[in-house]
């Protein structure tokens, strides 16, 4: 088990989109995304990272620091990153946050317990949870309730918990098997399937079940990103080539490309990023130093 494949795939592909997020996909099909570059959208250097790292790094320290799941330290975590730009690398401190994200951690602050903050409604079906889901991945004893409530900390419809639930059985199925990526996500699909059967929640996910995936927009909706993100991974037979695929198909950038670059890394391995890319991240240390402490957590825990 090698958090560190997964983790820094994952940081590598979010600090890779940050500079052309929201930028049309007409634009980025003229300007190739093909290394990694700074400014755009938010004016940031080369190599920071957004949202999607800190809440992760943030999720992680927490479970780390607890020595456990522990739903209301998790929010805690995520209020020292807004509130006071813990877990960010960027000079400027915390620059981009998620509506949905921030009316829950708004929620909680204002008093609500961890578990009924989040946002229910059928427009909070964002990313915001999927992309900060991975580290339950490397839990041995994690079930899919588990997966549940901790997208539900901020992401509390049933789509969104679904997409945490299929991400993470798909990250499980390259950790302990092996196999194709289109059989890494045939095998979680059935999971899925047969662990919602009767759903009406499943139907938004059958361009993936079905492998039909075009006309991919890539924009924040979890459903489009977890397509663009399969999509990137089918398509390619490498690290680099994936994260580059999933960032110029454009949209919400940052977040398509840490998604599949979390599973880029733990499914290709670190060595397979490139060295470059890792050499650009600010507090790249600090992030290795808490894989190794998360990977400790996670043997323990066996």
């Known amino acids: 088990m090698k958090v560190k494949d997964g983790i820094i795939g994952f940081i590598v592909g979010d600090a890779l989109g ?14 190739h995304v093909v290394d990694m570059n700074e400014y755009g959208t938010f004016h ?4 920071t990272w957004s949202d999607d790292t800190s809440m992760t790094l943030a999720t992680m320290a927490s479970i780390v620091n607890k020595n456990r799941i522990d739903y209301s330290d998790i929010m805690d975590e995520f209020l ?10 960027s000079p400027d401190g915390m620059f981009d946050i998620g509506s ?4 829950a951690l708004l929620n909680y602050h204002n008093g609500a317990s961890a578990l009924k903050s989040g946002c229910k409604g059928e427009r909070d079906n964002g990313n915001g949870s999927l992309m900060r889901i991975l580290p339950l991945a490397y839990i041995n004893d994690i079930n899919y309730k588990i997966v549940e409530n901790v997208s539900a900390l901020t992401h509390a419809h049933k789509r969104s918990k679904i997409a945490c639930v299929l991400y993470v059985e798909i990250a499980r199925s390259m950790l302990e098997n092996d196999l194709t990526i289109e059989e890494h996500v045939k095998l979680a699909c059935n999971k899925i399937k047969e662990y919602y059967k009767g759903s ?4 938004h996910f059958h361009k993936i079940f079905n492998n039909n995936l075009k006309d991919l927009s890539g924009k924040g909706y979890v459903i489009y990103t977890f397509e663009c993100v399969i999509h990137s991974l089918m398509t390619t037979d490498n690290y680099k080539d994936a ?3 999933a960032v110029n198909i454009g949209g919400d950038t940052d977040t398509n490309a840490a998604i599949c670059g979390g599973l880029a890394g733990i499914y290709y391995g670190y060595d397979s990023i490139p060295i470059d890319w890792i050499n650009e991240i600010n507090r790249i240390d600090e992030v290795l130093s808490l894989c190794e402490r998360y990977e400790a957590f996670c043997d323990e825990s066996q």
Do not use: A, C, M
């Open 100 to 103: 949905t994200t921030n009316e």
């Open 200 to 203: 009406e929640e499943l139907v």
């Open 80 to 89: 020292e990153w807004i509130l006071k730009d813990k877990y960010t690398n």
């Open 44 to 47: 940031q250097p080369k190599g």
């Open 18 to 31: 940050v500079p052309v997020e929201f930028v049309s996909r007409s634009i980025i099909e003229k300007n």
């Open 243 to 245: 994260v580059l695929k």
